[in-house]
């Protein structure tokens, strides 16, 4: 059974049994203070906006059957992974790797890689590991989407202009259609997000589709 989800730039038609949930980097690093987001200079309280709306996808992602993808942005604790062009950004004292009220600055296996507490992955439900911003760099995503013949993915996390746009932009080259939930997703920069969504369903919806919390849930449901 299909269902329609209003969406901008049109409502789109998606079969649950081929859509998967794609939750981004909603980890202690990004949202919570002494993490890599704040090493950054940013105020992290503007992400935690994306909380509920995040859990209410999720929880009706659960409920529906979807496959639930969540993904961290991290590096292995010896840095292998992290370009130097990477790494040599930021104060040094506050660099990826540098030690920080949650562990070490975005490596994995610290406290702040970990996922908000609101929206742990259950057991079963995929958890990507990445290096980059995209989630299909240097990880099993593809592969794991097209073993489970996904096809269409609802997208939420943070941040909006950075990880969510550039994985939507490598899903949309591999031919998912892509529907980033607006108000599930956040960014430091109010403007940025606003742009970001705007860039996604410009042109006809250039990279995908942009839809909202509700819209999902009630597609769902
Ligand atoms: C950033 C991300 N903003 N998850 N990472 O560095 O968007």
């Not at 979807?66 to 950004?89: N, Q, W, Y």
């Not at 070490?104 to 296996?109: A, E, F, N, S, T």
């Not at 099993?140 to 489970?148: F, N, Q, T």
Request: charged share 20%.
């Amino acid at each position: 059974m299909t269902v329609l989800i209003d969406a901008e730039p049109a409502p789109l038609r998606l079969d649950p049994a081929t859509t998967a949930l794609v939750i981004i980097d909603m980890q202690r690093d990004f949202l919570e203070p002494g993490g890599f987001g704040e090493s950054l200079g940013n105020d992290v309280s503007r992400l935690a906006r994306a909380v509920l709306p995040c859990r209410a996808v999720l929880d009706a992602a659960r409920d529906a059957g979807l496959l639930v993808i969540h993904t961290r942005e991290g590096h292995a604790p010896d840095l292998s992974d992290a370009p130097p062009a990477k790494l040599e950004r930021g104060e040094p004292s506050a660099r990826i790797g540098a030690p920080g009220p949650m562990g070490r600055i975005l490596i994995r296996g610290e406290p702040g890689h970990d996922i908000v507490p609101a929206l742990a992955p259950r057991p079963g439900e995929p958890v990507i590991d990445k290096p980059g911003k995209g989630a299909f760099y240097a990880t099993d995503l593809g592969a794991i989407l097209e073993a489970r013949g996904v096809q269409a993915l609802l997208v939420c996390g943070v941040t909006t202009e950075v990880c969510v746009h550039t994985t939507v932009r490598e899903a949309n080259d591999r031919g998912y259609r892509c529907v980033v939930i607006a108000d599930a997703c956040a960014s430091y920069f109010p403007e940025f997000h606003e742009a970001g969504l705007a860039m996604v369903k410009a042109q006809g919806g250039i990279f995908g589709w942009v839809s909202t919390s509700a819209a999902a849930v009630a597609a769902l449901r």
